[in-house]
């Protein structure tokens, strides 16, 4: 690819309308390839493969449960986050080189769901946001319906991480459901360019293991129950990120899933090479926090919003950068 061409910034295709970004519906693919065919003509866009520098754009459970309004866990923020996203990706299509995405992906039963547990004094499902932990468990206060002993061990071996409690999710991103899907428009504009770039887009699916939980894209919070694996870390997807020269980070929420992924990607990076954190981009407008949880007092219990800033501040610490969408991506 000309230097040229490379640094240029590219017009926003005529399909793009940022209305149905907040929108649940069937993606337009034969719109969407034939406008890519002429737009990849009349504007010289050349195949990925062509690239000297090689740049990844990761995003982080960019579905339905989480980006549109409804969703049992719809992130505030996100919509915009998507359309950002979006203008990103084709703005810049003719540098990135490959496109990734992680689908978080659910079952009805699965272990920080309603329906695994029993709630003894209710005589119904723990309602969400509950917090389970060995202790109720071993007073019979929460009854596991399925898998009893791994059920607990699970628990115990969540508590020895010191970093999460067993909490009870609203159901989400059910794998089969809408909200399991990416969001359609963001969903578009990746498919736009994967055929204007003749590029395949990769998904990388993540929290299947109905024993597990999966907030990093990377590795599970616990990755053996009483001997048995039930996940570890991902390193075939780590090496394919680490093998470009940037990758981008996108997706939801900057509190939760985008921060406990990066930890991982750090972790890993200064295992194998501290220096491989300078590859590392955040698009801070491309992510938003969960809201802060409060008190019927108005007292802040847990400050999302600051944890995801303190986290953005430890990963520019260790090399990583945090910049914006509409910075520019060859310099």
């Known amino acids: 690819m000309g230097a040229n061409q490379q640094n240029q910034i590219l017009p926003i295709p005529s399909f793009f309308d940022k209305a149905l970004f907040d929108k649940l519906y069937m993606t337009r693919d034969a719109q969407i390839r034939e406008e890519a ?22 995003g982080i459970d960019v ?28 703005r810049n299509m003719n540098k990135i080189t490959s ?24 005589n119904d499902h723990p309602a969400p946001l509950t917090i389970i932990t060995s202790e109720l468990i071993k007073q019979n206060r929460f009854r596991p319906l399925r898998l009893p002993l791994d059920s607990l061990a699970y628990v115990e071996e969540l508590e020895k991480t010191g970093k999460y409690a067993l909490i009870i999710w609203p159901y989400h991103t059910l794998l ?38 999966n907030y990093s894209v990377m590795s599970p919070e616990v990755k053996k129950v009483r001997g048995k694996v039930v996940g570890q870390f991902n ?27 990066i930890e991982d990607l750090l972790r890993e990076i200064q295992l194998v090479d501290p220096a491989l954190a300078d590859k590392v981009y955040i ?15 108005g007292n802040t219990i847990v400050d999302f919003p600051a ?14 950068h945090v910049v914006k969408s509409t910075d520019d991506i060859a310099a």
């Not at 969001?183 to 109905?210: L, S």
């Not at 075939?236 to 981008?248: I, P, T």
């Open 307 to 320: 944890i995801a800033k303190q986290a953005f501040e430890d990963f520019k610490a260790a090399g990583m």
């Open 176 to 213: 089969g459901s809408p909200g399991h899907a990416m969001v359609p428009a963001v969903f578009e504009a990746a498919m736009f360019y994967a055929v204007a770039r003749r590029q395949q887009i990769n998904f990388e699916t993540k929290g299947e293991h109905v024993l597990t939980e």
């Open 283 to 297: 698009l801070e407008d491309c992510t938003s926090p969960v809201a802060a949880v409060v008190d019927e007092k």
């Open 37 to 58: 065919m002429v737009y990849s003509r009349d504007n010289n866009i050349t195949p990925a493969t062509d690239d000297d520098q090689r740049i990844a754009l990761f």
């Open 99 to 122: 496109l990734h995405f992680s689908l978080d992906t659910h079952h009805v039963y699965q272990i920080f769901h309603p329906t695994w547990w029993w709630d003894t004094t209710t």
């Open 63 to 90: 579905q339905g449960g989480f980006c549109l309004p409804g969703a049992s866990l719809f992130v505030n923020g996100a919509v915009e986050d998507s359309i950002r996203t979006a203008e990103f990706i084709l």
């Open 235 to 261: 390193t075939k997807f780590f090496k394919a990120l680490m093998e470009n020269d940037r990758v981008y980070i996108v997706g939801q929420a900057s509190s939760h899933c985008v921060k406990t992924t």
